[in-house]
T-cell receptor, first 114, second 119 residues
Framework: EAQVTQNPRYLITVTGKKLTVTCSQN?????MSWYRQDPGLGLRQIYY???????DKGDVPEGYKVSRKEKRNFPLILESPSPNQTSLYFC?????????????FGQGTRLTVV | AQKITQTQPGMFVQEKEAVTLDCTYD???????LFWYKQPSSGEMIFLIY??????QNATEGRYSLNFQKARKSANLVISASQLGDSAMYFC????????????????FGQGTILTVHP
């Protein structure tokens, strides 16, 4: 089954404790990205990757890191989480970044930083 | 800069009736794609329908249709014969097509509309 898998689904952590949210897709997609969803703001792009070893900042990259060492995986790293990073996070992948390609989303990770 | 506006924070509709969710967009690109996603209370993002900027016909997918008015830069979602299971948050999103641009591949989302279907 074609899917994007995020882990964990739920995470509560303390300020400053490094964490990683994993994302894996099995569709051989080139384009992957991370979004955060906040009430009243919709989803905003954090980082994206057009292919292996090619990553770039989205609209809200501060406080986040990513890597793309393999085509299927695109982890999101919070080196020192802060309460303002409490949010719902989505990983998405698509075959390419072209405007007519559908994005497939992971199930979401609800992160709470206390 | 690309922008999506959904002006209806919440909408109510009676079961079996049709409802229109509004979406306007702003872009300077000629090539772009417009998407609608449904987010039920469980949180996942479900793709509903897609419209390309060069498509001359309005997109349809079952009970969903997209009322695309390019000159007005609007891409409203029409849900016919509403069902209780349609109660959810709905997002309009746009993807621009300029390869090599800083926004290439990015989906820009609106704020969302919460739809409630009454029995």
């Amino acid at each position: 089954e074609a899917q994007v898998t995020q882990n964990p689904r739920y995470l509560i952590t303390v300020t400053g404790k490094k964490l990683t949210v994993t994302c894996s897709q099995n569709m051989n997609h080139e384009y992957m990205s991370w979004y955060r969803q906040d009430p009243g703001l919709g989803l905003r792009q954090i980082y994206y990757s057009m292919n292996v070893e090619v990553t770039d900042k989205g609209d809200v990259p501060e406080g986040y890191k990513v890597s793309r060492k393999e085509k299927r995986n695109f982890p999101l790293i919070l080196e020192s989480p802060s309460p303002n990073q409490t949010s719902l996070y989505f990983c998405a992948s698509s075959l390419f970044g072209a405007p007519n390609t559908e994005a497939f989303f992971g199930q979401g990770t609800r992160l709470t930083v206390v | 800069a690309q922008k999506i506006t959904q002006t209806q924070p919440g909408m109510f509709v009676q079961e079996k009736e049709a409802v229109t969710l509004d979406c306007t967009y702003d872009t300077s690109d000629q090539s772009y794609g417009l998407f609608w996603y449904k987010q039920p209370s469980s949180g996942e993002m479900i793709f509903l329908i897609y419209q390309g900027s060069y498509d001359e016909q309005n997109a349809t997918e079952g009970r969903y249709s997209l009322n695309f008015q390019k000159a007005r830069k609007s891409a409203n979602l029409v849900i016919s014969a509403s069902q209780l299971g349609d109660s959810a948050m709905y997002f309009c999103a746009m993807r621009e097509g300029r390869a090599g641009g800083t926004s290439y591949g990015k989906l820009t989302f609106g704020q969302g509309t919460i739809l409630t279907v009454h029995p």
